[in-house]
């Protein structure tokens, strides 16, 4: 083994780095290759900032700069200047968003003339008229947001207090009828007592432009005379006067006073918290008020339907709220919502969060995680990527009536309408919330570092929704993920090599990719010197599908660029490889939720095809028995066994020996020769596998495939390479596949 070879695979093993032979990666402000693009967001369009959109509570609530942008030019921008007004107002936007990105603050039409000041809309009448044209085409405002460290509690907070502005519309609507209801149960029953009856009261509803006109006196004698004295039962009139006081005092849902505010009205609750503690403690202290007013609203209703019984009744409301109050009791009030954020969090507020979320009560939970990168308390550096994270979300689920939506900050525009189900959810629910705040510490943008969270699958995004339906298949949602089937999300890459020559390939990104986007980490990466790069460096995602034994003769590697965009390669340690295979496993966990290579369907499907063979088998053999007596002619077989038949039209066609192929009929899903390279082996319609594209990878990938097929359809051929080290041990190998 080479020199270098060895010093590679030493630091691979150790994390040691000989200097002689490997460069620190600290300081050279490398970023992970895919990452190249992304150095200044302000150039680029894409869903960031946000504009909070005022006085809506549907998904219209948050809408992108860019999509305002492009709806606007799309009314404004036509006819023979539209492409000038195009490239003005995208010019705005740029402006606009490189503003809010330095952290200006304010309305989007604030934002929108500070920008056209700078662009100097005095100074050019064209710039002028196209941004006057196209703001007229924007007929909403509200706050703008950037994806940082503030956004997960701004952008909750916004949905909640639309979703609530809603619930309340709704709530003082129902409250206002049962007032006027009852006023007017009383007020009929003034009018028919004697005081109701009196010359005076009379005079008074009569009104003063008709008080000569009539003798009140006679029509007070008449009317006390004429009108049954049917008494209204004082305990009736005392019921329905103490429920008016509960009604227009409750300060969950307070009717906006007109005019001057009324003395001594009470002051209204607050429905936002810091804390768990303070949640819980509020929610505890207002319960009593909170049964008595929704008791009062039950009663009422009864009341004005004529339907309330004393004897039937008293006794049941008197136990009323007893035991507490079930969610639907509880759905008309305000829900609590809670802010937290993972960082400061401490075991008792942890232990009270639990308590919320298993409680059943509508409390609405933001758990924002700035940093999900960091080191295990094993004191040997390895890592627990968002393992606290996880644990509260699995938690949260294994409850089974807890709401639950796991997101990159990156994410949260295209889940809004996840967001809004959650919220206006009728029980408990938590939305963990990465901000990707920990990414400043390595000069990477918050939306960059979510994006790669999500991307890495070390913090995925999904949602588990208890009342979308009775199974895991309706309340699991994970397809909000780049895709998905995958372990690793695969994207191109193009570059430049040394003779200015295109170079394309496809790359994985990783778990390590995440990690080695952070700079606290760099002690996990090495950078192997351009003159010193060798076979011996494999990309990430094909070191995790070898099975090491002893000592490596490849050691995983990944493409990085630094501050100028010139590539570089770093090899990585062995704790980051341990630590990218447990977060692979995780994905998988999540991928069988959510009915993604799902174990249980493939072994059914195994055992299925493994029957169905052993009966077409029976066939053959019954049919072989038989022809000659039976069948005398290939159109008589053909009728007599239409399913043989069938089956015998997909079997594969006659191969060389020497050519590459796999039997795709007798495939049995294994997965196995897909997680070698995805590239070259993929699956069909019928989920079998074939050999998509040859020339993706190695004739010894071929051979470990053919080797590790669980039923040996695979056979590797002949090498099309024939410069491929090792040729005469993998021939060996592959001989008994072919």
Known sequence: MEANTQ????????????????????????????????????????????????????????????????????????????????????RLEQEIRALVAAGAAGSFSALWDRAAGQLGTNADPG??????????????????????????FRLLQHAWAAVQRQKADEFREHVSRLVLKLSDILKADHERSEAGRSAKHLKAAVGAGFVESFDFDAMSRMLSTALPKDEFPEPRRRRIGQLLDVLRAQQFFPTPASGKKRVGAAKSYSFVFENCADALAAFRKRLPRLIELAKAIAIAELEIDG????????????????????????????????????GKTQAAEHAQLMEILSSGLPIKVLLQIDDILEEAPDGEGNLNSGMRSRQTANMAIGLNEVYVLQSSSSNLYRFRERLLRGLNY??????????????????????????????????????????????????????????????????????????HQRVSEDLAFTLVDFVASDRRYARHLAR?????WNGSMIPVDESLTRERKGLPDKV???????????????????????????????????????????????????????????????????????????????????????????????????RSPDEAYIETARCSTCDECTQINKQMFAYDGNKQAYIADINAGTYAQLVEAAESCQVSVIHPGKPRNPKEPGLEELLKRAEPFR
């Open 7 to 90: 010093a590679h695979v030493a630091f691979f093993l150790t994390g040691r780095r000989p200097s002689e032979h490997l460069d620190a990666v600290d300081g050279l402000d490398l970023r992970p290759a895919l990452f190249a693009g992304y150095r200044d967001l302000t150039r680029l369009r894409y869903d960031f900032p946000l504009l909070l959109v005022a006085g809506r509570a549907d998904l219209l609530m948050l809408q992108s700069l860019s999509g305002l942008i492009d709806a606007a030019l799309a009314d404004a921008a036509r006819g023979g200047d539209g492409q000038r007004i195009s490239k003005h107002v995208l």
């Open 127 to 152: 710039l002028a008229d196209s941004l006057r044209r196209t703001r007229a085409a924007i007929k909403v405002d509200g706050e703008l947001a950037d994806c940082d460290a503030a956004l997960p």
């Open 307 to 342: 339907q309330y019984s004393e004897a039937k009744h008293d006794a049941l409301f008197e136990q009323f709220g007893a035991n507490g109050l079930d969610p639907q009791d509880l759905t008309p009030f305000p829900d609590y919502l809670v802010c937290v954020n993972a």
């Open 426 to 499: 009728r029980g408990p629910a938590l939305f963990s919330i990465f901000s990707g705040a920990s990414g400043t510490a390595s000069g990477l943008p918050p939306y960059l570092m979510s994006a790669a969270a999500m991307e890495s699958r070390v913090f995925p995004a999904f949602t588990y929704d208890p009342s979308a339906g009775p199974n895991w298949a309706s309340r699991f949602y994970l397809e909000a993920n780049p895709q998905v089937d995958l372990d690793w999300p695969i994207q191109g890459f193009a570059y430049e090599d040394e003779l």
């Open 528 to 532: 192997v010197p351009r003159q010193k």
């Open 556 to 654: 995983p590697s990944l493409l990085m660029v630094d501050a100028d965009n010139v590539l570089q390669k770093v090899i990585v340690d062995e704790r980051l490889i341990r630590e990218a295979r447990r977060c692979r496993e995780m994905w998988h966990s999540l991928q069988e939720l959510g009915g993604v290579h799902n174990s249980h369907a493939e072994r059914l499907l195994a055992r299925e095809r493994k029957a169905w063979e052993e009966r077409m088998q029976q066939e053959a053999e019954a049919l072989a028995a038989a022809t000659p007596a039976a069948v005398s002619t290939p159109a008589q077989i053909a009728l007599a066994t239409p399913g043989l038949v069938a089956a015998a039209a997909e079997q594969e066609p006659e």
